[in-house]
């Protein structure tokens, strides 16, 4: 029989006293939090850190040697008791596991102490993992499929015998966060058993080792408050367990955490199965005679079968607890104390949804292994109250103090936490903390929630290169079904290889010569050409065009002989075309080959004024036993070698220019990832020519480990690589080793463009790639590197269907960005916004829809929503804004005539500072008073396409007359009903079958898209009312950019 002890708890609701049993983030963490709450009057952290013993945080107190134990041995437990009982403490709350499997909070427990967490028994779900796999079992917790064993022959010979995938290898008992090792295949996982069970090297908590199937899937943690009775879920979190960005290198206590979780990796209904989960665990326990009071934390992997349990802690975690306890907005002591006491049905349990969260971890030199170096952490300002700024928290760790100065002496150092509207907003905000403020050796990832953050620049509107116009697949059916075949009927004597390889070949053999065979190849730059004429900028475009064929063609192994030119335009202007051939010429030096003709077509009709277009082709020479690629020779466990990129080069430019419309930017203003440089020379950088370092290299005894090249243009690396691969072996790409330029992940950002996308439309910094043998990679690099290129191993080759894998892609997509954006202050918080005013009397989802397009980092908005003012009291919007963090004014018309209530309104707004008034869903009309102090700053939306269908009713009435057509229109606001200026119109279908709802409900969804651009554009200037009331458009173009 179990018998437990219903702990005295402390009625005080004033001066109380808290003591925190831990030294980490975490307990930092939770006195912080704690140290906010009026009732809360000492708090002590025991044995704390350098930070927490020093007093920075209000209310914490140092012992000073007053206590002096050992939280994890019961011979202390007596002392401390005591102790606690003289110093009136009225919670004591224990942050990691050893003391909870020693049994301090059983023994409190019983002094009458209370003690938030769970006893020695009901903790045994995290100390012995042989247990909680029964328990699972038994309750019908949906687990892994496991085995546990007390020797190393019976888990080996388990491990080879399984049906399943048994790569996972635990020890049972508590490892200090290192007992779990996930191998790669069975011979680790055989060397894991041994390392654990025959050297000992987790000593008791190794004697039994717990054998898994390997999962595959996301990993999401999910923290629940319970008194054993009542669940309450906290916000599902994702950490980063290992040491390097991309989720590689060692495991670690946690590099990083962030919440909350994009939906489309935890749906609600999963985070909901999770919490049902959760709380059968509790009520299993319950039934055992194990109640369990305080945090139980889940470790979930999300798998196509569904969510799977791989463990329970029985504490809040680290770092989860650093995301998580600034997004709640109760009072932490009281849900505390009424877990203590099972009363947390009654408790008030809040978190603020509408805010991102990101924990990035300063880590020591050699973490996760043992340092002795202890480095002087140096700080730019005082950093009081964790607080370093009113978005960003600290929460130091492994830190000591020495007189003024904090040392960093532990492996965890400091844990940044960054407050955001946007996980992405909230990453830059931790990462400029550590941009400036850091110690000798420091470490830390860039990418840490890179999984949901790529989810805000890749959603349901992402660009695509067929939105662009330009449709790969379409392109694939053209050369698969007309192409080659209209090519191969074109098949005469000496020809080697046709359509389909970098190159054709021709065999002068077969026309009496000896061993050599021709290689040509064509190619143009495509829509590059656009920008070069527009900015007047020709010559880069002359060596773009002689790169993209040498390049082609040296992938066979050819060395380039000749190259012509051919240059066709609608008006001949000899100035530009001699910038592109002065181009031409450089980029023929470059290549050493000769420039010996080429064709200048005048064809007006043809192509407009002031535009031209170019093909270029070139010739080279090979040996016939010196052709490549030669695929048949390409194995299992071959390099895949990378020579850097220039820049874009010269694909994708349809997209880039797309990019660039959308973003508002100009090309001769400074590129935002790169401020040292304008964005069109960026843009431009031409082709990089890569003959002179690869021609040695193929000329030598290399050649023979060389078994093919692939010339990364058009499709990208996930499209080219493949021409040069046989039917059976995929390439593997690891995206870790190389460093993606930061022009393409601002493409990637600013364009919403997903990272599958990116890999099949740029070469993503690798301009070149060569496949060749294991033996020979390193060798071959550092030849490469001797003619002053930057060449790294980037992949491997496995088995397949010849196809390109990447990995890490989101991941290295991620850390480019932050490269530069955590510096760069293109962020919507550096700049100074438009305040905006919205009016609403109603639902308010125009409102949302213009604060969500002012916070979304890649619209680049330059207003701010900064007042909701509604006239109705009970208003839906009222509380959506409030949600979002909004200032809300309510201010009811029914005590004022129109006029009176108008000047309310007016001093409203101008108490705000506003300087632009949105109307969404407001149901008044405005007298002269408002109208005469807004006019020109302030507009409204109205669901028909107006002249037509003025006033009250406008959806109905276009039903009624059966119009085919209706819509939405922005307009500024006048004193006459809907008489305003039009800014922006939106067409919508009206189908025989619709109903004023359905209608009414498409006309919604083109409101939501076009009030917000026509807020934006009256924000920025580029539309305006001008004294007549008529519209006035800076620009066509800018126009154009708000119609799309």
């Known amino acids: 029989m179990v018998i437990q002890t219903q702990p005295a708890s402390s009625t005080r609701t004033s001066d109380v006293v808290v003591v925190i049993i831990g030294s980490g983030g975490r307990e930092t963490a939770l006195a912080w939090k704690l140290s906010k709450e009026s009732a809360v009057k000492q708090i002590h952290v025991f044995p ?47 942050g990691p596991e050893a003391p909870l499997a020693a049994g301090l909070v059983d023994y409190l427990d019983a002094r009458g102490i209370a003690c938030f967490g769970p006893s020695k028994l009901a903790s045994e779900l995290e100390w012995n993992k042989a247990f909680a796999k029964e328990f699972f079992d038994k309750y019908g917790i949906p687990t892994a499929r496991w085995k546990t064993f007390t020797t190393s022959s019976e888990a080996i010979d388990f ?21 779990v090792i996930v191998a790669e295949n069975r011979d680790e996982a055989c060397q894991a058993v041994k390392f654990i069970l025959d050297e000992k090297q987790f000593a ?36 980063a367990k290992r040491l390097r960005e991309g989720d590689a290198g060692p495991n670690t206590g946690g590099m990083g955490a962030y919440a909350p979780v994009h939906e489309s990796i935890l749906s609600k209904e999963q985070y909901e199965e999770i919490v049902s989960y959760v709380e059968a665990t509790v009520k299993g326990l319950q039934q055992e005679g194990r109640r369990y ?39 932490l002591f009281e849900i505390l104390r009424s877990c203590t006491n099972g009363t947390l049905s009654e408790a008030t349990v809040k978190f603020d949804l509408n805010k991102s969260a990101v924990c990035i971890v300063a880590a020591s030199a050699n973490y996760p292994e043992g340092s002795s170096v202890k480095p002087v952490i140096s700080v730019q300002k005082e950093i009081q109250d964790c607080q370093y700024d009113d978005s960003t928290l600290v929460f130091p760790a492994g830190v000591s103090k020495t007189g003024k100065d904090y040392l960093a002496t532990g492996g965890r150092v400091l844990m940044v936490v960054g407050l955001g509207s946007r996980l992405s907003e909230a990453s830059i905000l931790a990462q400029r903390f550590l941009a400036s403020n850091n110690f000798d050796g420091m470490q830390f990832r860039k990418d840490i929630g890179y999984q949901s953050i790529s989810k805000e620049f890749g959603d349901s509107t992402a660009l695509t290169y067929k939105k662009c116009s330009v449709d790969i697949d379409e392109g694939d059916r053209l050369v698969e079904e007309y192409i080659v075949p209209l090519a191969r009927g074109t098949h005469r004597t000496g020809l080697y290889e046709g359509v389909g390889g970098f190159g054709g070949l021709f065999d002068l053999q077969k026309l009496n010569y000896k061993e050599p065979v021709l290689v040509s190849g064509t190619d143009g730059v495509g829509t590059k050409i656009l920008i070069a004429e527009d900015l007047n900028q020709h010559e880069q475009i002359g060596i773009d065009l002689v790169a993209m064929s040498v390049n082609d063609i040296l992938t066979h192994n050819a060395e380039p002989l000749f190259f012509l030119d051919y240059f066709a335009t609608g008006k001949l202007k000899a100035d530009d075309a001699g910038l592109v051939i002065k181009g031409i010429a450089e980029g023929c030096k470059q290549a050493n080959c000769a420039l010996i003709g080429g064709e200048t ?15 270029g082709f070139a010739v080279g020479i090979v040996e016939k036993q010196q052709i490549l690629p030669k695929i048949s020779d390409v194995k299992e466990g071959d390099v895949v070698i990378g020579i850097a990129s220039s820049g874009i080069h010269s694909n ?18 400074s590129a935002p990832f790169n401020p040292q440089q304008k964005l069109s020379t960026e843009l431009l950088a031409p082709t990089k020519i890569y003959v002179s370092c690869l021609l040695p290299l193929l000329r030598s005894d290399y050649l023979k480990e060389i078994r093919g090249m692939a010339h990364i243009t058009g499709g990208g690396l996930t499209e080219n690589i493949p021409r040069i691969l046989p039917e059976h072996l995929d390439a593997v790409l690891d995206c870790q080793q190389w460093s993606i330029p930061p022009v393409f992940s601002w493409l990637s950002s600013e364009g919403k463009v997903v990272a599958e996308e990116m890999a099949r439309t740029f070469n993503l910094g690798i301009g070149m790639v060569l496949i060749v043998s294991k033996s020979s990679a390193d060798s071959i690099v550092d030849a490469i590197r001797y003619h002053k290129e930057t060449a790294m191993k980037i992949g491997t080759i496995v088995k397949g269907e010849k196809k390109v894998q990447i990995t890490q892609l989101r991941s290295a997509l991620i850390s480019s960005w932050m490269t530069w954006a955590a510096i760069k202050n293109w962020n919507p918080i550096c700049v100074k916004k438009k305040r905006i005013g919205i009016l609403i009397s109603g639902t308010g989802s125009n409102m949302e829809a213009l604060a969500e397009f002012s916070r979304l980092p890649a619209n680049r908005s330059v207003v701010e929503v900064v007042v909701v003012i509604s006239n109705v009291p009970s208003a839906e919007g009222i509380e959506k804004a409030r949600r979002r963090g909004i200032p809300v004014e309510v201010i009811s018309h029914k005590p004022f005539s129109r006029e009176e209530y108008d000047r309310k309104i007016n001093q409203m707004l101008e108490s705000y500072n506003v300087e632009l008034v949105c109307l969404a869903g407001y ?8 109208v005469e102090k807004w006019r020109g700053r302030c507009i409204n939306t109205h669901p028909a396409l107006l002249p ?32 305003g200026a039009i800014v922006l119109q939106g067409s919508v279908n009206v189908y025989p079958e619709d109903t004023h709802d359905s209608l009414q409900s498409r006309i919604k969804d083109v409101e939501h898209k076009i009030f917000p651009k026509a807020m934006e554009a009256v924000a920025r200037q580029d539309v305006a009312r001008n004294d007549l009331g008529e519209v006035i458009w800076k620009d066509p173009e800018s126009y154009r950019k708000y119609c799309m």
Not at 63 to 75: N, Y
Not at 309 to 325: A, H, I, K, S
């Open 652 to 669: 994708g430019y349809s997209l880039v220019r797309k990019v660039v419309e959308q973003s508002g930017i100009s090309f001769d203003q």
């Open 293 to 331: 009071k305080g945090t139980l934390y889940a470790g979930i992997m999300l798998t196509k079968d569904g969510p799977r349990f791989l463990e329970y802690n029985c504490r809040f975690g680290d770092p989860e607890t650093e995301v998580v306890m600034p997004l709640l907005t109760s009072d």
């Open 948 to 979: 037509a269908f003025k006033g009250k009713d406008a959806v109905q009435m276009a039903l009624d007359e059966r119009v085919r057509v209706s819509g939405c229109t922005v307009h500024f606001v006048e004193e006459k009903v809907d008489a």
């Open 48 to 94: 704390g850190n350098g930070y927490t013993s020093s007093g920075a945080i209000q209310k914490t107190v140092k012992l000073e040697g007053k206590l002096d134990f050992d939280p994890q041995e019961p011979s202390g437990f007596p002392a401390f008791a005591k102790w606690c009982e003289e110093s009136c403490v009225d919670l004591v709350v224990i």
């Open 204 to 239: 008791d908590a190794g004697a039994t080792v717990v054998i898994e199937e390997r999962l595959f899937g996301p990993e999401v943690s999910v923290m629940c408050f319970t008194d054993g009775y009542t669940v309450v879920p906290m916000p599902a979190v994702q950490d």
């Open 601 to 615: 077509a005048e064809m007006p009709g043809m192509y407009p004024g002031g535009r031209y277009d170019l093909a």
């Open 923 to 930: 149901m008044r009309i405005c007298s002269a008073v408002f």
């Open 159 to 179: 491990i080879q015998r399984a049906p399943f995938e048994a790569l996972v290898v635990k020890a049972a008992g508590l490892a200090a966060g290192k007992g």
